[in-house]
């Protein structure tokens, strides 16, 4: 945008000069326009622009209409057969039941997928993860979709999405949630994402779905939030070690380790681990707190079996059952998602938990948080990392998180939200 105004300004700088002759005019117009073009195309989108997703030029134009962008497009009209792919490559559905197939997809991840902007860390998320993320209640093969060397069989690129309701406002919208979008380092820039991007739309809308969710570090257009990570510390020492965090000025390592101690066991009377027996009343509980936000889940009990009943080494959640009344007044979650630690002498992983759904009425946030940092610390976890989104804004600084420096952007495809969120108005967390 502000290339943009920059633009503007060279332009009406010439076109007000009074130049003697018309042809110093002409070619200062010409390089006005050459400025005023490369500034442009310096932040265009070619793949973007051409989608039914909120573009930058509408921002703040609050006249259009909340809800799709474009109608449905009636489904014999929906391409039948693949994308093209540049010719070396071909689709490949990823069955992730297979161990092969699942141990391809981990190794593309492993080895090529999100890295933090230093390049010291990069996501590792492990198979058991993979195939919790892909498989929850409704989910379809055929969009789990990979890339493969038609010579070698080799697996270079993937993209999937999961179906989700989702509520935006008043409306509950069946989305996808596209996530995993990975391509193999050499095979960069190459413009293979639009071509994926292109082929997981046609798989999803073959399926009479329209809308999708997702979630990047990167800007695109256009984020409907924008969020940030924050940090707490559960094993200081490693953390300084790796180069996840700095020892702090006039902070002694003693010091910093004392900071960040946590008692040897929870302290809410009733607080335990979710057992299936739960489902019933956290999904009570959890609809009941979603309601309060402008886009979050529209979980049933099915999809809190899947996403929050705790499965080892993947997702972990507690709540707390009223002493005397039995009740289930408070719950906390959070999934286990592993970085591999780049070219450090000592460790290979830091092993981080992620802030999933919580829900405090009776015991107050931040007791209930400290619970689960404990538990967390217990399970021997690194870092316990969370999103400024839904209430989390009321105990992340009293429990000593520190803000990280990379954004994270929430996106929807075709469904235009009239205001940018702020993160409190979100109640979403995608993996
Ligand atoms: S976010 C995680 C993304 N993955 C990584 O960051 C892993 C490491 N990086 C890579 O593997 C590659 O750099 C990727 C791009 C694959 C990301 N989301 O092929 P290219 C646009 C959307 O030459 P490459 C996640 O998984 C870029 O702006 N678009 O680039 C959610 C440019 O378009 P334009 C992205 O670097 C994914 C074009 O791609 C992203 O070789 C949600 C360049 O293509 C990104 N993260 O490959 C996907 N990064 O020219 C959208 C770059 O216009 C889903 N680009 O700027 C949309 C909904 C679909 C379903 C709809 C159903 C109705």
New binding site residues.
């Given amino acids: 945008m502000a290339d943009d105004s920059k633009a503007t300004e060279n332009h009406n700088l010439t076109s007000d000069n009074n130049l003697s002759s018309e042809s110093g005019k002409e070619v200062i117009d010409s390089l006005a326009r050459q400025v005023q073009e490369s500034l442009s195309l310096a932040k265009?989108?070619?793949?973007?622009?051409t989608?039914p997703v909120g573009q930058f030029k509408d921002l703040g134009v609050s006249s259009l209409p909340e809800g799709p962008i474009e109608p449905p497009t009636p489904l014999s009209e929906v391409k039948q057969e693949p994308y093209n792919l540049p010719g070396p490559y071909e689709w490949t559905t990823c069955d992730l039941d297979s161990e092969d197939t699942c141990n391809e997809v981990y190794v593309l991840l492993t080895n090529?997928?999100?890295?933090d902007d230093e390049n010291m860390f990069r996501f590792n998320y492990s198979k058991e993860f993979l195939r919790w993320a892909l498989h929850p209640p409704g989910y379809y093969k055929s969009w789990h979709i990979g890339v493969r060397v038609k010579t070698s069989k080799k697996m270079v690129?993937f993209?999937t999405?999961v179906p989700a309701r989702i509520r935006a406002r008043d409306t509950v919208v069946v989305?996808?949630e596209?996530?995993?979008?990975?391509?193999h380092k050499k095979?960069?820039?190459?413009?293979?994402?639009?071509v994926?991007?292109k082929e997981?739309?046609r798989r999803?809308?073959l399926e009479n779905?329209?809308?999708?969710a997702?979630?990047?570090?990167?800007v695109?257009p256009t984020p409907v939030s924008t969020c940030q990570y924050w940090h707490r510390s559960l094993n200081p020492k490693k953390l300084i070690d790796v180069g996840f965090s700095r020892l702090g000025p006039r902070m002694t390592m003693s010091r910093t380790m004392k900071l960040y101690k946590l008692p040897d066991h929870t302290v809410t009377p009733g607080f335990r681990k979710m057992e299936p027996h739960d489902v019933p009343a956290v999904t009570r509980l959890l609809r009941n707190y979603l309601k309060q936000f402008v886009v979050a889940p529209d979980f049933d009990e099915n999809d809190v079996e899947h996403w929050l009943l705790p499965k080892e080494g993947v997702v972990d959640s507690y709540l707390v059952e009223s002493p005397e009344t039995h009740e289930i007044t408070d719950f906390c979650s959070f999934y286990t998602l592993p970085s591999s630690i780049l070219g450090n002498q000592n460790y290979s992983t830091l092993k981080a938990a992620y802030s999933y759904y919580n829900v405090s009425t009776k015991t107050p946030w931040i007791q209930l948080m400290n619970d689960a940092l404990i538990v967390a610390k217990i399970k021997d976890f690194d870092v316990f990392n969370a999103l400024d989104v839904m209430h989390n804004e009321t105990f992340l600084k009293e429990l000593k998180f520190g803000p990280g420096d990379g954004k994270l952007h929430y996106?929807l495809?075709?469904y235009r939200i009239n205001h940018v969120l702020r993160p409190s108005e979100l109640g979403l967390v995608l993996l």
């Fill in positions: 265009r989108h070619k793949f973007w622009e989608q090529n997928y999100v890295e690129a993209i999405g989305m996808a596209i996530n995993f979008l990975c391509v095979l960069r820039s190459k413009r293979l994402a639009p994926m991007i997981v739309t999803v809308h779905i329209w809308q999708a997702y979630t990047a570090g990167v695109l996106y495809y075709n």
